[in-house]
């Protein structure tokens, strides 16, 4: 059975705005699920169509077995959620704001106990946990709102940008937490991200969405070998012409274009077919003046699918964020 | 349902109490309108013989009448307008506590303002819990905070010097007092609550608490008989709960009888406070959304 199923799903709102149009996908159990698009794509809708925050306009929603609309309950005692605005209670303690979202989700006070233990030492914040979360760092309070979100021992977990605004440590201290999560506990992962490392490196399979349309569900590495593999780009002192037939008769070369006077040579397995190329060049007493390789990677399928850079629309998300930041510490 | 509303009063209460300096300034204004207002406006002050000269010319039988009725008159007034409060402040506690009560309930909303500002009603929403409990738990939390306000400042108006002077009275009278203040607070929480449930700016709910907090004070018998109003505010008064609750209030403390009036004005709050009720759990229902 499928830990996560869409069919068909709309949301209109005001009955005018199309945020999501049509949406379908499934994610299997046991399985981290990467969802990417650009900002207004449909992820932030979407994920609040999963978790019952909002309802339909359209379509079948099914959440570890449940459907959002008929047993709204029983998907949310199944989820466990790490949103992407902080929800924790500045005013109250670090093991208070814990316990009580355990006594939420009905779990019997000795088990949370011991829960919270265990979670504490995973994350490593046991020091702090009796300190008002108003103290607390940013990656600190990150830490704790994604054990607050395991408390009850979720079937799936949803992470809604969960490293935005995190330095660079921080941010791969969380992956290793979730991969172990995902591995030992054969947690279901439904996260969104900017940020094509974490894609690449927590996820079996992504999910790309634009202008509330899924434009591509795969393993991420599917989805690069799609783009037909990495690109060289040599530029040389002489005339392309003479050698680009003969270029193309090379193994692994399997496109070759002139952009701004540089030869961008498609190919598979880069790193293999540079040293050949090369070879090759220099034998027709040619000078390489300059190489360079691009690896295929998930930037790439994303500005495939959406026409837009992941980078892009991660430092715009960035500075939304830091504005919220401010926002909020002038209004204490 | 009624463990999570406890769980989450437990949270509201539990942010309340550890910042004791919050308590206490939420009791300067009804202590100032005790100390202040209710020791100066004094009733049988009004008229009296020093503000008058009997002239000397008129026959001894009546000047000696005419300054025995000044020196009654002040009385006269408490006990035919003011209930026979053997003071003013005694008349006006009652009133002031009802008062406190609207007050406090009219910003009860603003948690859950500051909870949606701050993401955590958007946990509360996912998790499995009935959505009336996040209501009720704002409710509930406003009422024994109110409750706990309203005792200490019954307190201090037994504590000052000229202060409040109670009849005797049995338990019956203390439960049936703090029902009535219970009901009053919940009535008015459910609708400040309810108002507040979609707002998205503290700043609407000032402009709101603060556009009803006078005009429900003064159309009402809080400070002052509503016998004295004219007939179209007194039409107003008879419709605020306000009235009902001073009114059933100040009768306890200056009879210590449980009169007709006062299961008259018990039932108006038993109305009053169980159509809010209904009418909130049924706009948490439906009401209460991302």
């Not at chain 1, 020091?127 to 990656?139: C, F, L, M, N, Q």
């Not at chain 2, 000032?206 to 007194?234: E, H, K, T, Y």
Request: net charge positive; with cysteine; charged share 20%.
């Amino acid at each position: 059975m499928d830990a996560i199923s869409v069919e068909n799903l709309s949301k209109i709102f005001n009955k005018k705005i199309v945020a999501l149009d049509d949406v379908n996908f499934k994610v299997k159990n046991g399985e981290v699920f990467g969802f990417l698009g650009p900002n207004g794509a449909g992820k932030t809708t979407t994920i609040k169509v999963l978790t019952t925050l909002l309802r339909p306009t359209k379509g079948k929603v099914n959440v570890a077995g449940f459907d959002v609309i008929k047993e709204p309950d029983a998907v949310r005692s199944s989820i466990g959620i790490v949103p992407q605005s902080l929800t924790l209670d500045d005013d109250l303690k670090g093991i208070t704001n814990l316990l009580l979202s355990a006594k939420l989700y009905h779990v019997p006070d000795k088990l949370a106990k011991e829960r919270a233990e265990q979670l504490l030492d995973m994350v490593n914040l046991k020091d702090a946990i009796d300190r008002k979360v108003e103290t607390y760092s940013g990656g600190m309070r990150k830490r704790l709102e994604l054990i607050v979100g395991l408390i009850h021992e979720p079937k799936i977990l949803f992470l809604d940008e969960p490293t935005l605004g995190l330095d660079i440590q921080t941010r791969s201290v969380i992956w290793k937490y979730l991969k172990n999560l995902n591995k030992e506990k054969k947690l279901t992962i439904f996260i969104t991200t900017h940020y094509l490392e974490e894609a690449d490196y927590l996820c079996d399979r992504i999910g790309i969405i634009d202008k509330g349309k899924i434009m591509v569900v795969d393993s991420p590495s599917r989805l690069k070998d799609e783009l037909g593999g990495d690109i060289i780009n040599i530029k040389i002192n002489g005339e392309y012409s003479e050698i680009i037939e003969s270029l193309k008769q090379l193994n692994h070369v399997k496109k070759i274009d002139i952009v701004n006077q540089n030869l961008r040579i498609k190919v598979e397995k880069g790193e293999n077919a540079l040293p050949s190329i090369l070879e090759f060049i220099n034998s027709k007493g040619i000078v390489v003046t300059s190489v360079s390789l691009a690896k295929a990677s998930l930037d790439q399928v994303f500005l495939k699918y959406t026409g837009k850079s992941l980078r892009d629309a991660e430092s715009d998300k960035a500075d939304r964020f830091k504005m919220y930041f401010t926002r909020r510490s002038r209004t204490r | 349902m009624i463990t999570e509303t406890w769980v989450l009063t437990k949270r509201e209460l539990e942010k309340w109490y550890k910042v004791p300096a919050l308590i206490f300034a939420a009791l300067i204004q009804p202590i100032v309108w005790i100390t202040f207002f209710g020791n100066s406006f004094n009733p049988t002050k009004l008229i009296s013989l020093d503000n008058f000269v009997i002239p000397a010319n008129i026959p001894p039988e009546l000047s000696e009448a005419l300054s025995e009725f000044f020196a009654s008159a002040g009385n006269l007034i408490l006990e035919q307008s003011f209930q026979g409060a053997p003071n003013y402040l005694t008349y006006l506690t009652g009133g002031v506590l009802s008062t406190l009560i609207l007050f406090s309930s009219a910003f009860s909303g603003g948690s859950i303002i500051w909870d949606r500002r701050f993401g955590f009603l958007d946990k509360l929403l996912v998790a499995p819990i009935p959505r009336s409990s996040i209501y009720f738990a704002k409710v509930l939390s406003t009422v024994i905070k109110a409750l706990i306000q309203c005792s200490l400042v019954f307190l201090i108006a037994i504590v000052i010097p000229t202060g409040l002077i109670l009849a005797e009275f049995n338990l019956t009278v203390i439960l049936v007092l703090f029902l009535s203040l219970f009901m009053l607070a919940a009535g008015f929480s459910c609708l400040f609550v309810a108002i507040s449930l979609r707002m998205k700016k503290w700043e609407t709910l000032i402009a709101i608490a603060n556009l009803v907090n006078l005009p429900l004070l003064f159309a009402s018998g809080a400070l002052f008989p509503i016998a004295f109003m004219p007939n179209w505010l007194q039409t107003i008064a008879r419709l605020n709960p306000i009235t009902y609750s001073a009114d059933l209030t100040r009768t306890l403390f200056i009879t210590g009888e449980i009169t007709s009036n006062v299961i008259f004005d018990f039932q108006v709050l038993t109305a009053f406070s169980v159509t809010l009720i209904i009418l909130g759990s049924f706009v948490a229902r439906y009401g209460l959304v991302e």
